[in-house]
């Protein structure tokens, strides 16, 4: 299974420079966002994300035992994904 990036349907700026309107319009997008992303995750991890304490513990430990850094170039993670929307990409290539 392939991790899917979020990618906002409108252009991304820095939060400092967004308007209220701007603030709200993303706010709201990401809180729409949720459903789909518990849903990715819990198909990585197998585990049932169900908003109590005890699945914020499972997915913890989940995370803890499956995720590595890596160190990559920034013309690996260009390879890897020439998709990505330049405002990630100082976020990523950092």
Do not use: V
């Amino acid at each position: 299974m392939e991790y899917k990036l979020m990618q906002p349907p409108f252009d991304m700026k820095e939060y400092s420079e967004m308007s209220k309107n701007e603030a709200k319009k993303h706010f709201n997008w990401f809180k729409q966002q949720i459903p789909s992303r518990l849903e990715q995750l819990g198909a990585f991890s197998q585990i049932h994300l169900d908003y109590t304490d005890r699945s914020l513990i499972d997915i913890w430990e989940w995370y803890l035992g499956n995720i590595q850094i890596q160190s990559k170039s920034a013309s690996e993670l260009e390879e890897e994904h020439p998709e990505t929307e330049e405002w990630l990409k100082s976020y990523i290539y950092i």
